[in-house]
């Protein structure tokens, strides 16, 4: 049973491109949840989606982010005209109950 | 706003020591998680304890919870170079059954 797999790993972006991260939920798992981290600082929750739906977003910013999960396919993490505060590692996870199963991660770089 | 908040930020051991971690959160929580990150790599789950538990095992691992004091603690017995690692605590709010609350984490280094 593959675990959550993320791609990109690493991610390289000018500021003003956009920049799609892709997450594959671990079989059998229908809960996404997208989680941010800054050097040095902890996770903060982005968003939680099921399939064709968005449970809560109430972690991520109001313009440029947006989140998907579709019926068919990885869920989708987008975010447009990337400034260089964007550099992050984002992290998705999916699960079936209580725990949380980690992908490795995108490392997004704004130059 | 961070809830759960790790002690030590670093902690610097010899190989074969018991390293112990400490969590401190602010709300009633129904569980609370560690995990670890090694260097550049993602997360990985360790052990999840729930409200009504005090204590638990995994392996080298010991877990204890104290709902009175809002704490945790994780202690890694006979530690190795492979335990190098950061470590997180993560908790859930009484009142949401999926966000988690992260700390800043614990950086571990085992010394050989």
């Known amino acids: 049973n593959a675990g959550v797999m993320q791609n990109p790993r690493h991610l390289v972006r000018r500021r003003g491109q956009e920049a799609r991260l892709r997450c594959s939920p671990m079989k059998g798992h229908s809960h996404v949840y997208w989680y941010r981290q800054l050097p040095e600082e902890g996770l903060k929750f982005m968003v939680y989606l099921q399939k064709e739906n968005i449970i809560d977003e109430s972690g991520m910013p109001k313009e440029r982010f947006s989140a998907e999960f579709p019926k068919e396919g990885p869920s989708i993490l987008r975010i447009q005209q990337v400034v260089r505060g964007d550099s992050a590692a984002y992290f998705c996870?999916?699960?079936?109950?209580?725990?949380?199963?980690f992908g490795p991660g995108t490392r997004l770089t704004v130059l | 706003s961070q809830q759960g908040e790790e002690d030590p930020q670093a902690l610097s051991i010899q190989e074969g020591e018991n390293a112990t971690m400490n969590c401190s959160y602010k709300?009633?929580?129904?569980?609370l998680q560690w995990y670890r990150q090694n260097s550049g790599r993602g997360l990985v789950h360790l052990i999840l304890i729930r409200s009504n538990e005090r204590e638990k095992h995994s392996g080298r691992l010991r877990v204890t919870l104290d709902t009175s004091k809002k704490s945790s603690s994780l202690l890694i017995t006979a530690s190795r170079a492979a335990d190098t690692a950061s470590y997180f605590c993560?908790?859930?709010?009484?009142?949401?059954?999926?966000?988690?609350?992260w700390g800043a984490g614990t950086k571990l280094i085992i010394k050989p």
């Open positions: 709300t009633s929580i129904n569980n």
């Open positions: 993560a908790t859930d709010a009484a009142d949401s059954n999926y966000q988690l609350i």
């Open positions: 996870a999916s699960s079936r109950q209580d725990t949380q199963y």
